[in-house]
């Protein structure tokens, strides 16, 4: 059984054929880019598959053709402390809607596959050579279809990473004649140590406790996104990250670390090739640019993993955030992206008690952000 396709759970680039708009006319369009649990994955199973004994997972009565496999990867999670469950932007749409926004109208959605990441400057990437493309078309059609307004990108969590590197990918003059302002939610710059958790435990896949454990841990290390997410260099330095007995691993010493979690010369290689340019190259956007994070939330800043053994559960210190991304990776974005004389505007929120999960859905933090959108729009 593999993996076949992709389903979006926001509509991506529909038809432009609708009734009479009932949407704001003043507005700016808006396009979402969600975070990475928004994706709806379907499997086929061809003849060749035999089902192995006992799984409990029902497959044989699937039948043959599509079904729905992994709809939201953190409902797997066992632990709620490891990732937020939930985390998809219904919220955010409905209270775009009632100022005014209309899905297909002035409101879309820019799915991607989380499996996979941006690769380094002139490496291949077909999936996400298929995303800016797909985003390019889409933010080009949503302004033709509001009077050549030009439209405002709105972000979550990975989706940040995503559209960060699109808009560096694409030409200054597309940038300025289509991308009015970029909102970018709980994302800071250059990863975060809780990823370095799940690529750890490599035991945890080949002796589960659950199915949903393998699945889970599986994905998390073979995903390309999850390289793309581990702690950069700029931004942490050669803070101790992970600490063992016998020796510490700091943002410059993630191949080390990699290769000592289990991952082949090849794996390491990959890393060190694809996502690790990535994370250091990233730069301003050029567009004017609002980044809103929770703070207040305990949030991972170092594991412990006393005895070398990474297959276990480590010890968690923890700091300040929103319950996966940390504050020093907000700074980092002040300092690499606010502080950019070329960037035309920058601002930055912290909402207090608010986590990953809550600035998408909690009441009074949704208000602020569509305040900001708003104002973005004006």
């Known amino acids: 059984m593999a993996f076949q396709r992709l389903l979006p759970l926001v509509a991506l680039l529909c038809l432009f054929v609708a009734p009479p708009s009932s949407a704001v006319p003043s507005l700016h369009p808006v396009v979402l880019v969600p975070g990475n649990t928004c994706s709806q994955l379907e499997a086929r199973l061809t003849d060749e598959y035999e089902p192995p004994p006992a799984t409990g997972c029902g497959v044989p009565r699937q039948g043959r053709g599509w079904f729905r496999l992994w ?44 499996r996979h990441a941006p690769a380094a400057p002139g490496l291949a ?6 995303f800016s493309s797909g985003l390019r078309l889409l933010v080009e059609r949503a302004s033709q279809r509001n009077g050549n307004k030009p439209v405002v990108l709105v972000t979550h ?10 808009l560096d990918r694409t030409p200054l003059r597309w940038r300025r004649r289509y991308v009015k302002h970029l909102v970018m939610l709980c994302l800071g710059a250059g990863g975060s140590p809780l ?38 260099p700029r931004v942490y330095g050669r803070t101790p990250l992970v600490i063992t007995r016998d020796r510490n691993y700091s943002a410059h ?8 979690a289990g991952f082949s010369e090849d794996e390491v290689a990959r890393y060190r090739t694809r996502a690790l340019p990535v994370t ?39 700091g300040d955030g929103d319950g996966q991304i940390n504050l020093e990776t907000v700074l980092a974005l002040q300092r690499l992206v606010g502080a950019d004389p070329d960037q035309p505007y920058f601002k930055t929120i ?12 909690d009441e009074s933090a949704l208000k602020r952000v569509v305040s900001e959108i708003l104002g973005a729009s004006s």
């Open 71 to 114: 709809e939201n990867f953190t409902e797997l999670q066992e632990d709620p402390t490891l990732l937020i469950r939930n985390v998809c932007m219904e919220g955010l749409v409905e209270a775009l809607e009632r100022v005014g926004y209309r899905e297909g109208e002035n409101l879309f959605g820019a799915p991607y596959d989380f």
């Open 253 to 260: 010493d993630m191949p080390e670390f990699l290769a000592a």
């Open 350 to 361: 912290l909402i207090p008690n608010t986590t990953h999960k809550g600035m998408i859905s």
């Open 280 to 318: 250091l190259s990233l730069r301003a956007p050029l567009v004017p640019m609002t980044a809103m994070n929770g703070v207040g939330v305990p949030t991972v800043d170092k594991l412990v993993f006393w005895d070398g053994n990474f297959s276990g559960r480590p010890q968690l210190v923890n």
């Open 195 to 232: 990823n370095m958790w799940p690529l750890a435990s490599k035991a945890l896949a080949s002796s589960p406790t659950s199915l949903q454990a393998a699945v889970l841990t599986y994905g998390n290390r073979s995903f390309a996104s999850m390289f793309s997410l581990m702690p950069s």
């Open 125 to 130: 990437s077909r999936a996400f050579s298929g």
């Open 157 to 166: 969590s990975l989706g940040g990473l995503f559209a960060t590197v699109f």
